[in-house]
């Protein structure tokens, strides 16, 4: 098992590198002057936006000057790669007085906090929406959690956050609409989050549970006499949670990218409404740092998968004995 972990961490390694040179060139080759500043609105009064509010050239000249954006551009790649070795992201350019660490160290748990609440909610309502299903496949509780998984999985999450608010903030008035601030401006924004995983979740432990069922492995247990729950619990459900498992990384880019969306409809303050308005305003390395660090939590959740995988399949092991 350590010599598989060392290899992927070198190869998390390469793809980290590969992915900060990329956006590096990516955002350079965008265009686009960051020093042209007009008030941000929704975010701060401390934040600026690009608004074609154009300034003297001298100060331009000092500002580049002072970012380092006036040296060549393989001067500026080696300055930030060696300074995201340190994992120094620099300083913001529209941002007075912040650094993207700044950024990140305040905003950063509030987008971890959510994700992690949606990733709760998927396990909680789609484990045993799949369980039922995989046991009792055909009845009124499965043809029901099959609609509620199709509807998570189909509808937009941005559709889903509009009825939410319009149903139990407005009609209801038992939630408020917006905000972080206690758990009952929390719910919203996290189940919402949570739909499609969810679904995803309550599908893939469905057919993983049905197809376990039939295993020879599973006849062998009833054979034996064990109690049902014995052999859904011991032997068919951590086969039926292989796929739940092996998908689990994919499912962190779609938390990750579903972000940006129920942040900005809920007004939560959390990184993906900064990093919508970085893009805006040309600051580059506040875009490069919330990238790399997004980028970086996909890489270190396959990472995690990959082994979790192998403690669950004892044939992958085997194969690597």
């Given at each position: 098992?350590?010599?598989?972990?060392?290899?992927?961490?070198?190869?998390?390694?390469?793809?980290?590198?590969?992915?900060?040179?990329?956006?590096?060139?990516?955002?350079?080759?965008?265009?686009?002057?960051?020093?042209?500043?007009?008030?941000?609105?929704?975010?701060?009064?401390?934040?600026?936006?690009?608004?074609?509010?154009?300034?003297?050239?001298?100060?331009?000249?000092?500002?580049?000057?002072?970012?380092?954006?006036?040296?060549?551009?393989?001067?500026?790649?080696?300055?930030?790669?060696?300074?995201?070795?340190?994992?120094?992201?620099?300083?913001?350019?529209?941002?007075?007085?912040?650094?993207?660490?700044?950024?990140?160290?305040?905003?950063?748990?509030?987008?971890?906090?959510?994700?992690?609440?949606?990733?709760?909610?998927?396990?909680?309502?789609?484990?045993?929406?799949?369980?039922?299903?995989?046991?009792?496949?055909?009845?009124?509780?499965?043809?029901?959690?099959?609609?509620?998984?199709?509807?998570?999985?189909?509808?937009?999450?941005?559709?889903?956050?509009?009825?939410?608010?319009?149903?139990?903030?407005?009609?209801?008035?038992?939630?408020?609409?917006?905000?972080?601030?206690?758990?009952?401006?929390?719910?919203?924004?996290?189940?919402?989050?949570?739909?499609?995983?969810?679904?995803?979740?309550?599908?893939?432990?469905?057919?993983?549970?049905?197809?376990?069922?039939?295993?020879?492995?599973?006849?062998?247990?009833?054979?034996?006499g064990l109690r049902r729950a014995?052999?859904?619990?011991?032997?068919?459900?951590?086969?039926?949670?292989?796929?739940?498992?092996?998908?689990?990384?994919?499912?962190?880019?779609?938390?990750?990218?579903?972000?940006?969306?129920?942040?900005?409809?809920?007004?939560?303050?959390?990184?993906?409404?900064?990093?919508?308005?970085?893009?805006?305003?040309?600051?580059?390395?506040?875009?490069?740092?919330?990238?790399?660090?997004?980028a970086a939590s996909v890489i270190?959740?396959?990472?995690?998968?990959?082994?979790?995988?192998?403690?669950?399949?004892?044939?992958?092991?085997?194969?690597?004995?």
């Amino acid at each position: 098992m350590l010599p598989f972990v060392v290899r992927r961490l070198l190869w998390s390694v390469v793809v980290l590198f590969v992915v900060v040179t990329t956006l590096f060139l990516v955002m350079r080759s965008i265009g686009g002057n960051p020093f042209r500043h007009g008030p941000l609105l929704g975010l701060s009064a401390q934040a600026w936006v690009k608004y074609g509010d154009p300034q003297p050239q001298a100060i331009e000249d000092n500002q580049r000057r002072r970012y380092g954006l006036d040296r060549p551009w393989y001067r500026q790649y080696a300055d930030y790669v060696e300074s995201v070795g340190r994992l120094d992201f620099g300083p913001s350019l529209s941002y007075r007085n912040r650094s993207v660490n700044d950024i990140l160290r305040e905003q950063g748990p509030v987008s971890l906090e959510l994700g992690l609440l949606a990733i709760g909610w998927s396990l909680v309502l789609g484990l045993p929406l799949g369980i039922l299903g995989g046991l009792r496949p055909g009845c009124p509780g499965d043809r029901a959690a099959t609609v509620v998984s199709t509807i998570g999985y189909a509808i937009p999450s941005f559709l889903v956050a509009t009825v939410l608010i319009w149903l139990f903030a407005i009609e209801l008035d038992w939630l408020p609409p917006t905000g972080w601030e206690g758990f009952d401006t929390k719910l919203l924004p996290s189940l919402t989050l949570g739909l499609l995983p969810m679904a995803f979740i309550a599908r893939l432990t469905r057919a993983g549970l049905l197809e376990a069922m039939e295993q020879d492995f599973v006849r062998a247990a009833r054979a034996k006499g064990l109690r049902r729950a014995r052999i859904v619990v011991v032997h068919a459900l951590p086969s039926a949670l292989i796929p739940v498992v092996t998908a689990a990384g994919p499912l962190v880019g779609v938390l990750l990218t579903g972000v940006f969306v129920i942040e900005d409809v809920f007004q939560v303050p959390g990184i993906g409404r900064f990093y919508v308005a970085a893009v805006s305003a040309r600051d580059y390395p506040l875009v490069l740092g919330l990238t790399i660090v997004l980028a970086a939590s996909v890489i270190v959740a396959n990472l995690v998968v990959d082994v979790v995988h192998r403690l669950l399949d004892p044939r992958i092991r085997e194969h690597a004995a």
